[in-house]
């Protein structure tokens, strides 16, 4: 098979996976305070059906990166078990994690084979984070990148959303701290799949506004960008690199190479798909690898060519970020 070629020519080789649509933060932007349920344990993929999918599509259909998401992928009970046996392919194996259970987690799962790890944290300051995540946990997040990095994991990235007026005022002090840190810190674009649905053009902080901020603080030259959705940066001092993932004000879906597999077993081909395959009634069903293979194939092929956010046909997505994966 040549790969996971969509109707535009794009490749696919990047899958997230979702372990879990559960997480022990309430971030403001993820999903509501109240409300939410939860999927049923029985409902979700179990490691076996999970490992499944992942190997099918790795040995025959070219996906070379893994990334365990969720909700908050650390919450799902015996994780690094998925990580070792995930880390038996031949694949890029890495996670997005809030790093609230770091300090706990991060030596098991780099033993189980976890290569890279991202670390999401908004802001540096008590309080905001309170109001942010709805949790007092900003402390345990710091110790959980402190942890990582003592685990071994080469590059721990602190991915950041900006958003103007809550914490846009925070892009210097977030560098200074992944200098201090020796961590890559990147700032993301705020993007409309917010809970509460408070989102618009101007709570975003973009890419020219935030390289503006930097400029007046910082020296830094562009790194050769290649297939990945991050601007980097690299400072003159030799400290590090920073990076910008301009999701919204310079979108790159014209080389978007990624899917998603929710922790129910939906194969979404973008972040903002109306639509899915159901690959867990695939695999609850009989169905051998060929089918489950086809059925990937055919949800790719009819990826479309962008999100088109800011645009009238925009469509929010009905699922919140925790229950696709970010
Ligand atoms: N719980 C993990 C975490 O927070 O890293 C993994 C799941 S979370 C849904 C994945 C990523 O989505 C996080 O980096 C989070 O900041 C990001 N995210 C959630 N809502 C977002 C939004 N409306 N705009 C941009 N990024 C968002
Ligand atoms: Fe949980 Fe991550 Fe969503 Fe925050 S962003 S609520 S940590 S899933």
Excluded at 18 to 26: E, G, K, L, M, Q
Excluded at 148 to 164: H, S, W
Excluded at 178 to 202: H, Y
Aim: aromatic residues 6%; contains cysteine.
């Amino acid at each position: 098979m040549a790969g996971l070629v969509d109707q535009f020519g794009r490749i696919h080789t990047d899958l997230r996976i979702s372990v879990t649509d559960r997480c022990n933060f309430r971030c403001q932007y993820c999903m509501p305070s109240e409300g939410m349920t939860w999927l049923d344990r029985s409902d979700l993929l179990s490691f076996e059906e999970i490992g499944r999918v992942a190997r099918i599509l790795v040995e025959r259909a070219g996906v070379k990166s893994i990334r365990l998401t969720g909700g908050e992928p650390t919450v799902r009970a015996r994780l690094s078990q998925l990580v070792a046996s995930l880390s038996e392919l031949d694949v890029d194996l890495s996670m997005t994690t809030n790093g609230a259970t770091l300090p706990l987690l991060a030596d098991d799962l780099r033993s189980a084979g976890l290569k890279r790890i991202n670390i999401s944290l908004d802001t540096l300051d008590r309080q905001r984070f309170i109001d942010l995540t709805r949790r007092d946990e900003l402390e345990p997040v710091l110790e959980g990148i402190d942890a990582a990095v003592a685990a071994g994991f080469d590059p721990v990235k602190v991915n950041a959303v900006l958003m103007r007026g809550i914490n846009s005022d925070e892009i210097i002090p977030f560098l200074e701290m992944g200098r201090d840190k020796g961590v890559t810190v990147r700032f993301i674009e705020f993007m409309p799949l917010d809970a509460q649905g408070e989102w618009s053009e101007d709570t975003v902080v973009g890419y020219d506004e935030i390289l503006a901020v930097v400029s007046d603080n910082f020296e830094f030259d562009p790194v050769e960008r290649g297939s990945s959705p991050a601007e980097r940066f690299i400072y003159r001092d030799g400290s590090g690199e920073f990076g910008i993932i301009a999701s919204v004000s310079e979108p790159f879906c014209d080389s978007c190479d990624r899917i998603r597999l929710t922790a129910d077993g939906q194969l979404r081909n973008c972040l903002f798909a109306l639509d899915h395959v159901d690959l867990r009634s695939l695999l609850r069903g009989g169905a051998d690898d060929d089918t489950i293979l086809a059925a990937v194939a055919g949800e790719v092929d009819r990826k479309w060519a962008g999100h088109a956010i800011g645009q009238v046909h925009f469509l929010r997505p009905s699922k919140s970020m925790s229950q696709l994966g970010g």
